[in-house]
């Protein structure tokens, strides 16, 4: 079975759940997305992913990208693909229109992102990364450089990487070693020549654009040491001339590829930077902050990878069980056939209904991020409003990239499960979600990393301010909708999330090492219960369409069981993770390192 752009489930997020059309009413720029707008928007990105970028979801991950005298050729099909995309102006949706854009809310854009990530992992992140490197360089490089380098990437023509990882340092970036020094022979100020080697580069050399824009953190000479020593340049693949012509080829090469699980049809490559033309785009030495107007960008861009393999997968295996004839079920279903399909099991449907509850709730809170992002965005709205907008993606980037990229696991695993000895082989696409969706896990920070950024120096660290907006909003909720029996629900898991901050926070200030041994559990719990929160509010919308006479009451129906689902099958699974927070590190640090193991 194809991917198909669940585009119901879209626009009742959108309308439905969400409001988003009140929301755009509020700014500038969300006035010019009328709903008939919106809509037309996204019917036409459903169009290209499904007839442009499915069909080469399975190439991609046989064909891989090919290296050779550090030149990478992507797949068959996909540079084609991504010239009609910008053909298109796709690639300008969200663009600013002082530099040639559409500049439509970020929101719109992250809803075309799904599309693609479910459409084509590997394709998609060629113009995921651009997006990054464009609000990057928007945001911070000086405007002679905005003017040179952003119309052609907002355009597409030019595309753009982070280049931030080096063999030695993965997510402890403090011990990069990459420089920069003066360039004394340009006539141009801030410019810099870069010298060291980034590894896991993805986007990193490829065929399908004239420019190749490298965003790229690096030390200065008079660097203090560790993650307060690191500045932030530009590094194109060709040389830039002052009128926006490209020039010589500069001294940053692909020195291979990597072979890899998944995402075969994107180049991950070496990096190597020799000597090469670089413009500082940061304060000196404060690049990581910097930086993490791409890295915030590319982590909720994860979240949406994560729940993207989550819709493909159950797609896929909603489709096999309907068809897959296997036992008898009570009552029958046909007593002409043999035997009936396997979604009337109760185990198949466990897996199909896991599936669709974390995909269809991971897209709630991901569209939620992006109406959050629009506010951040927006001079339209109130100081207090952006700072409420900001706490709340402080809190949820990371419960969003770090829970669906886990979930996601659990999810297209089921799609093998469900298929059988069917998902296993290659033939039917389930393993490929498996292996593309791994990565997800691990890029853009682990895991780990996601939940010692929540717990550690997001919560903690501001003494649970950054939590406030996002439990006012659930609290809001509850009050409510107080005769709802998921607010009545909800409000007992809000309970003991608050409570269970305080317990770590008092366990921290006697040992710090307790944060570092909750923060998975901790995100995971958190996990849970926000998207325990927007299946509460999809339940009461579909309850408030239902007494409105909605034309098609069996959707709505299957929203309110689906968020039954959810409450009564998959929040039992935070009473794990509360008691694993409980217990403490003490039996993790037990064991002294020579004693794991006796070989």
Known sequence: MNYKVPLKDIKFVSN??????????????????????????????????????????????????????????????????????????????????????????????????????????????????????????????????????????????????????????????????????????????????????????????????DNIVHIVLARLPDAPVGIKGISLFLVPKFNVNEDGSLGDRNPVTCGSIEEKMGIHGNSTCVMNFDEAKGYLISEPHKGMRAMFTFINESRLGVAMHGQAHSEVSFQKALSYARDRLQFRSHPRVDESKPADPIICHPDVRRMLLTQKSLAEGGRMLNMFCGQQVDITLSPDFSDKEREEAEDMLAVLTPIAKGFLSETSMETTNYGIQILGGHGFIKEWGMEQEVRDARISQLYEGTTGIQGLDLLGRKILQSRGKVL????????????????????????????????????????????????????????????????????????????????????????????????????????PRILAHEASIKNGVDTMMAIDEAHFAFL
């Open 16 to 209: 439905e759940v969400l409001g988003m059309q009140d929301h755009y009413s509020k700014f500038t720029k969300g006035q010019a997305v009328d709903l008939e707008t919106l809509e037309a928007i996204y019917e036409e990105a459903a169009k290209f992913c499904e007839n442009e970028l499915e069909p080469l979801n399975k190439v991609g991950d046989e064909e891989g990208c090919t290296f050779e005298n550090g030149t990478v050729t992507t797949p068959t099909g996909f540079k084609q693909a991504y010239d009609r995309f910008v053909e298109n102006g796709w690639a300008g949706l969200c663009g600013p229109a002082e530099f040639g854009g559409q500049d439509m809310p970020e929101s719109v854009g992250l809803v075309f992102m799904e599309m693609m990530i479910a459409s084509n992992h590997s394709w998609s992140m060629y113009p995921g990364l651009s997006s990054g490197a464009i609000k990057t360089v928007h945001t911070h490089a000086p405007q002679n450089l905005k003017e040179r380098f952003m119309p052609p990437m907002v355009a597409g023509n030019w595309t753009g990487t982070m280049c931030l990882t080096e063999p030695h340092c993965g997510s402890d970036l403090g011990l990069l070693k990459t420089f920069a020094v003066p360039d004394e022979s340009s006539s141009e100020e801030g410019v810099y020549k870069l010298t060291g080697s980034k590894i896991f580069i993805s986007s990193g050399e490829h065929d399908m654009a």
């Open 468 to 571: 406030k907006p996002l439990m006012a909003k659930v609290q809001a909720f509850m009050k409510e909708n107080k005769r709802s029996k998921f607010a009545k629900e909800l409000k007992g898991y809000i309970g003991t999330w608050e409570s269970l901050t305080r317990s770590v926070g008092f366990s921290a200030m006697r040992n710090t090492d307790e944060v570092n041994a909750a923060a998975v559990d901790y995100l995971m719990f958190a996990g849970y219960v926000t998207v325990a929160y927007f299946w509460a509010e999809a339940a009461v919308a579909a309850e408030k369409a239902l007494s409105n006479g909605a034309s098609e009451p069996e959707f709505y129906k299957a929203k309110i069981a689906t968020a039954d689902f959810y409450f009564q099958r998959i929040m």
